[in-house]
């Protein structure tokens, strides 16, 4: 329990000497505001360049809890857009600079994330609220009926938008018939920006009445006529909706909630119902008799694919392609609201869209909507169908659905192995028996290829004449031949040599695989004896010019024996180290929830009585092979709730070959496979995380090579290290984090999330999921909180500096 007077020292703290504390009244709710702080989890780095003087103002500009960096707002201040390239540097450094002089800061990497996020979250509201450093002025901050000056949040009206404080609140509003509206205002509809914030709870409202109360206020808001959509709001087919149309729509299949003013189409046919200019994304009752005719270009396609007269989308196309239905151009198509479809003028079902296990995971993929299985096994009467179709479709909407991209070998199949272990039951039987196969099959790919590059090394040492000290070495470890012939220490005996000319022979001819994994067990002792042997050691000492040797290698080669036995089963880590595993057809999928509410939500939903469902996430990772020749097959992936892209830090001074065979730095390749992910219009406006993975290889990586190798990195100038400057390695990863940033901003004019990861650790994976699921619940509740906190928020991005204007 805290002190009863805790909040006023640290207050106290915060203000300069001598500063007064302001009346209690006033700070009645500072404390308490929808949460905009750094999760309570982890402890916010303090910053302890902002100056005391900030908070001098207090009475109009209180103090903020979470201290914001002048820099990190500088750069997003859509009036600063003079700032010099210094500036951004400075930026950039500055925030580098301030969170590593926080002790805690090095203990949790993740809490700097959080922290900038949640500045930024703050930094909007207060930019919003005037309520810190960035004060808006005082426009707004009156309470309507008093006239009172009003440090944090008051209660709006969801019609006019006034504001009033605790004392008047009840007043002005009365007893809410309606909900959160002044009584003058009661029978008028709302503001439509707070109709995604209809009947959810106000941690306001609960400050000012009763637990019961606050229910019925949100109860009456949420259904109560005068806040429900007017029929003319609803567009149909071009045709705006009359009182019986919109009573028939909800009498059929929406629930009112559902129903959001806008245009829309309705394919009365198949039940199929759409955005106007969009694909469908829910399946009503057919036979509606609701809105205008449908139009050929309500989805806006351009396939010259028509479906019941609408002109379908590419997607859709795309699925019906894989559905194997033949879809020449210019073909018309009838389709049935049981899924059975016809050409044109034929009068021949030619099958059922929806039938096969394969066309409704496709649909479910690329959100495109299917009945529910029993709406075309059983053929029902369409009344009762109706019912049941809604609460399944409604169902699939709340899978929200995570594409996980990167470049090949970022680590994005480690990721998606550590969710299945941490969310999601463990592997069955008949999987880990496949892991065991391939996981000896890839022990032989390793070896040859150390065995390969040991000719390389030994035929360059040769030429090169090897060092005086390594022949010395080399005759300590009783390793020259006593024959004369030349050696070095990349030098095997003929036995090794006969055995790695037999493997590489196989691997040059494409027949390993008719040896291996079906011979380990034979050849395990020989490969045991390999992996031992000095030039072996000394090839693998230098895996980083090895370009096709991960650093797992020696994880499985250490262990070749138990590997290959019979008994052996793969622990955790091996699976999680295993290459190979998580693809059978270029692309895995798994579904997850995870098993608690996150403080956010729990804090949002304070007062609503029925407890918010587990959301349900999908996440979907195409193998990162062949990615990155050309990005159309981006297409397919529309409609996912975030991008979630991973880059692996280590890469910086990596060379990759791309499709054309070209050889390019690693990291640049990384970038440019983020910049087209970022400019693709399938993720427009939708959230994008960036994990910067292998962080523990960065760190012993960066004080060998510097940074600077890689052409992008040229200005990294990290400050000059002494005890209390962060190390080279955190310095590097936050400037690469602002790199990316930046170029994400200056693409979207968004904010890029970033977070550090390393993903053999199950616990990092485990937190960047779950700031990836605040990320979507904080975007999800942004417009309603700012729709209800304040005047010019809506539009408002937060981000909209970009760092081209500067
Ligand atoms: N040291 C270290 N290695 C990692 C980390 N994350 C992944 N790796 C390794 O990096 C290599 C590549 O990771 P993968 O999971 O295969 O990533 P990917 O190549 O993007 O995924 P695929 O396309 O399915 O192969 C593997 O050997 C991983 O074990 C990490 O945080 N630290
Ligand atoms: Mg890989």
């Not at 806008?262 to 694909?279: A, H, I, V």
């Not at 379908?312 to 018309?332: D, F, G, P």
């Not at 960047?768 to 619940?777: D, H, L, M």
Request: hydrophobic residues 35%; aromatic residues 10%.
């Amino acid at each position: 329990m805290a002190e009863p007077n805790s909040w006023e020292e640290l207050l106290r703290k915060m203000l300069p000497d001598g500063a007064p504390l302001p009346d209690e009244d006033q700070l009645d709710y500072s404390i308490s505001i929808d949460y905009i702080g750094p999760s309570p989890f982890f402890n916010p780095p303090i910053n302890p360049i902002i100056p005391k003087t900030k908070f001098t103002t207090f009475h109009k500009q209180p103090p903020s809890l979470t201290p914001i960096n002048p820099a990190l707002f500088k750069s997003r201040s859509n009036s600063d857009t003079t700032n010099s390239d210094d500036d951004k540097r400075f930026s950039a450094s500055c925030s580098i600079d301030t969170a590593h002089n926080n002790s805690n800061y090095d203990r949790d990497e993740v809490a700097y994330d959080r922290y900038v996020r949640y500045s930024d979250e703050w930094g909007r509201e207060v930019k919003r609220g005037g309520l810190c450093a960035l004060s808006v002025g005082n426009k707004g901050r009156e309470c309507s009926r008093c006239g009172k000056w009003l440090l944090i949040r008051r209660l709006r009206c969801i019609v006019c938008r006034a504001e009033y404080c605790k004392k008047c609140v009840l007043k002005a509003m009365g007893s809410m018939p309606e909900g959160r509206k002044c009584v003058g205002c009661i029978g008028k509809p709302i503001d439509e920006r707070n109709r995604g914030r209809l009947g959810k709870g106000s941690r306001f409202l609960s400050r000012v009445c009763g637990r019961l109360e606050v229910k019925r206020i949100m109860e009456v808001e949420r259904e109560c006529k005068a806040n429900q959509v007017r029929p003319e709001q609803v567009i149909v087919n071009g045709k705006e909706l009359r009182e019986d149309e919109l009573d028939e729509l909800f009498a059929s299949s929406m629930s009112t909630k559902d129903l959001k003013p806008g245009r829309y189409w309705y394919d009365k046919d198949s039940g199929l119902c759409g955005k106007e200019g969009e694909k469908p994304d829910r399946i009503l009752s057919s036979k509606l008799d609701v809105g205008g005719k449908l139009q050929v270009d309500a989805s806006a396609g351009n396939t010259r694919v028509y479906m019941n007269g609408r002109e379908i989308t590419k997607l859709e196309l795309r699925v019906l392609k894989l559905a194997k239905v033949q879809c020449l151009r210019n073909t018309h198509f009838w389709l049935y609201e049981d899924g059975s479809y016809e050409e044109e003028g034929q009068n021949n079902i030619k099958g059922f869209i929806w039938e096969k296990a394969s066309i409704r995971f496709l649909c479910s993929l690329f959100s495109l909507p299917v009945p529910p299985q029993s709406a075309f096994c059983t053929k029902e009467e369409p009344a009762s169908l109706s019912f049941r179709l809604l609460p399944e479709c409604s169902e699939q909407h709340r899978v929200q659905k995570l594409l996980l991209l990167g470049l090949e070998d970022s680590g994005t199949s480690t990721i998606f192995k550590q969710v299945k272990f941490v969310y999601t039951n463990k592997f069955t039987t008949e999987e880990l028996q496949n892991m065991k196969l391939i996981i000896q099959s890839n022990v032989y790919r390793y070896l040859s290829v150390l065995l390969e590059s040991r000719e390389h090394l030994e035929e360059e040492a040769l030429m090169n004449n090897e060092s005086p000290a390594l022949a010395a070495e080399r005759s300590i470890l009783g390793e020259m031949e006593c024959d004369g012939s030349r050696q070095c220490i990349y030098s095997v005996n003929p036995k090794i040599k006969n055995f790695s000319d037999w493997l590489l022979d196989l691997v040059a001819t494409g027949d390993i695989d008719t040896y291996f994994p079906a011979a380990a067990r034979e050849y395990a002792p020989i490969i045991d004896e390999i992996w031992k042997h000095p030039a072996i050691q000394y090839t693998y000492k230098r895996i980083v010019e090895l370009q096709y040797l991960p650093h797992v290698a020696k994880h499985f080669l250490g262990r070749v024996l138990e590997i290959s036995s019979n008994e052996y089963e793969p622990s955790e880590k091996d699976i999680l180290f295993a290459e190979g595993i998580t693809h059978s057809n270029g692309l895995a999928c798994i579904e997850f929830s995870f098993d608690d509410h996150s403080v956010v939500s729990e804090i949002y939903n304070e007062n609503s009585q029925r407890p918010k469902p587990l959301s349900k996430y999908q996440l979907i990772q195409p193998s990162s092979k062949g990615l990155h020749s050309g990005c159309k097959w981006l297409e397919m992936f529309e409609g996912m709730r975030a991008v979630i892209f991973c880059v692996s830090l280590s890469d910086y001074d990596q060379l990759w070959t791309n499709s054309r065979g070209l050889q390019l730095n690693k990291m640049l390749a990384s970038r440019d496979f983020f910049e087209s992910v970022a400019r693709h219009s399938c993720f427009d406006g939708k959230p994008f995380v960036l994990l910067l993975n292998k962080y523990d290889l960065f760190e012993d990586k960066i004080n060998q090579v510097p940074l600077t190798v890689c052409e992008w990195f040229r200005d990294f100038k990290p400050l000059k290290s002494h005890s209390k400057s962060p190390s080279i390695a955190h310095q590097a990863y936050y400037y690469i984090a602002v790199k990316f940033k930046e170029m994400y901003t200056c693409i979207t004019g968004r904010k890029l999330y970033v977070f550090q990861l390393q993903a053999h650790e199950q616990k990092s994976v485990d937190e960047a999921f779950r700031y990836v699921r605040e990320i979507i619940e904080w975007e999800d509740k942004d417009v309603d909180i700012y729709a209800i906190s304040d005047e010019n928020s809506i539009s408002g991005t937060g981000t909209s500096s970009s760092p081209c204007n500067h």
